[in-house]
């Protein structure tokens, strides 16, 4: 009696288990409601648009409380068809205008960025609030190669309690290296 009881709860539980949805897998690539191929690769989501065959990025959101979309910081990288990469930084309550100083650090080795090396807002879209662009291929070249080898990246500007002065946000960097590969062998599956 013991036993078919047993056999009967591990078998419920069983089922139940496998008719739950569970949430991707490391690397597994699904489709996206939004018609996007997403993955995810330790703090890092592999997203390509289009059903997968459109351009790609690496992104890291850092959601607060019961945020679920737009959090007060968020970092992506897109690698460029061309070679190279663009990064963009959203933080909340990065200044609209002006140049302030932006600071990248990652494991504590600050890398400062000048007024040249980046541009307000997204890649063609320079309106983005609280948002920046790094695009210089030199500059992300040494960025990436060093974000790979990294564990987190610190950014801040203005004035105020980061590593020179004002807002600062830690991102991690767990996971961006498969998910840069993962992109990188959508993008050669797909005879790109």
């Given at each position: 009696m013991r036993r078919a009881r047993r056999a009967g709860c591990l078998a419920g539980a069983l089922?139940?288990?496998?008719?739950?949805?569970?949430?991707?897998?490391?690397?597994?690539?699904?489709?996206h409601p939004f018609g996007e191929m997403r993955a995810y690769f330790g703090d890092w989501l592999a997203v390509c648009t289009e059903e997968g065959r459109g351009p790609c990025r690496a992104v890291q959101i850092l959601l607060e409380g019961d945020e679920t979309r737009v959090g007060p910081a968020r970092l992506a990288v897109y690698p460029r068809e061309s070679g190279g990469h663009v990064l963009t930084l959203y933080m909340r309550g990065m200044p609209e205008e002006g140049r302030d100083p932006v600071i990248l650090a990652i494991d504590g080795h600050v890398l400062p960025l000048s007024a040249e090396d980046w541009a307000?807002?997204?890649?063609?879209?320079?309106?983005?609030?609280?948002?920046?662009t790094i695009a210089d291929p030199d500059v992300m070249g040494d960025l990436v190669a060093r974000m790979r080898a990294g564990l987190r990246l610190t950014a801040s500007h203005?004035?105020?309690g980061g590593p020179r002065g004002g807002d600062q946000t830690v991102f991690s960097l767990r996971g961006l290296t498969a998910a840069l590969d993962a992109i990188e062998a959508r993008a050669t599956e797909n005879g790109e």
């Open positions: 089922a139940l288990g496998l008719a739950s949805p569970a949430p991707a897998s490391d690397g597994a690539w699904f489709l307000p807002g997204e890649p063609g879209a320079p309106n983005v609030m609280e948002t920046l203005g004035g105020g």
